[in-house]
């Protein structure tokens, strides 16, 4: 066997007990900073954000783009957030949106308030998880006040992207309908293509919460680590809730009438801890890339050394 071949095959061997030591100290250090209890509260806060924030995206763009358009793409983002209640949140918001003349000009401003609870709450987890303290910088208190409100700007271009991206496919099918009588032979794909947009639109914006939100500066490469890791965590803690609530829960016997807002906070919580993980994935990258060690090795076992 060449040393090539067997370098090829024992990579795997190798890499795999290393994932895993990295990943279970990343468990352990997320349970030391009272990880769970961080992302309660950060989830009870999206609970009371979520709703006013979509409510404000649509009421401010259903006056650029279709309305309809737009609350199907909102369908799909609800059930990337509440997998198993989605249709509870898109109700609260089309109430919203069916007295947006209520809303008025004072009800803006309170909209916007609640909207950025989630983000300030998390702001506050985040320096919790990277033992941000007195000795790091300080921000400016106006960049603290305006930022989650920049992240919801961000989240409305991307809604809208994404509702224009509809409306243009589903013009083209009218069109090739009209032509050709039959759709588009990609039709059917739009909500998989919709659900892939979205994974990458919350890789996206998890990396950028890790990359501006907390106070230490993080590099981009593992901001961006972090942001895929908690993604891919929650597509597939999303695949196993929509299963368990469909076919498994006790949820409704225990709960009653309580269950549709208890399987939402603990969707939201969930999530949360996904998103909390991603940013203790990437505090034990930084901290080791301080002390010039590798990412597999763990320094509380292992004498500081140089890398090579």
Do not use: C
Request: glycine fraction near 6%; charged fraction near 15%.
């Amino acid at each position: 066997m060449t040393p090539v071949l067997r370098s090829s095959l024992y990579a795997p061997l190798t890499l795999l007990p290393r994932v895993g030591s990295f990943m279970w100290r990343v468990f352990t250090a997320f349970l030391r900073n009272r990880g769970i209890l961080l992302a309660g509260g950060v989830g009870y806060n999206i609970l009371l954000s979520i709703v006013p924030l979509f409510a404000l995206l649509v009421v401010l763009l259903a006056g650029v783009v279709d309305e309809q358009h737009l609350l199907n793409v909102l369908t799909i983002q609800a059930r990337h957030l509440a997998p198993s209640h989605a249709e509870l949140l898109l109700e609260a918001v089309r109430t919203l949106l069916e007295s947006r003349e209520v809303i008025g000009i004072l009800g803006f401003p309170v909209l916007l308030l609640f909207s950025s609870f989630a983000f300030r709450m998390l702001e506050d987890a985040l320096a919790i998880i990277f033992h941000a303290d007195d000795s790091h910088p300080r921000r400016s208190a106006w960049v603290s006040v305006l930022m989650p409100y920049a992240f919801m700007v961000v989240l409305g271009a991307g809604l809208l992207a994404l509702t224009l991206l509809v409306t243009l496919a589903s013009s083209l099918n009218s069109l090739w309908m009209a032509v050709f009588d039959r759709d588009l032979p990609l039709a059917g794909l739009s909500e998989s293509m919709l659900n892939l947009f979205t994974f990458a639109g919350v890789f996206l914006l998890f990396s950028a919460i890790y990359k501006v939100l907390p106070v230490v500066k993080i590099a981009l490469h593992r901001a961006v680590v972090g942001g895929f890791v908690a993604a891919l965590l929650w597509e597939g803690v999303r695949l196993l809730l929509v299963f368990y609530f469909a076919n498994i829960s006790l949820v409704n016997a225990v709960y009653g009438s309580l269950a549709t807002l208890i399987v939402i906070l603990l969707s939201l919580e969930i999530g949360a801890i996904n998103l909390l993980l991603g940013a203790q994935v990437i505090a034990e990258l930084e901290h080791n890339a301080r002390l010039g060690l590798h990412w597999h090795i763990d320094p509380r076992r292992k004498a500081v050394t140089h890398v090579d």
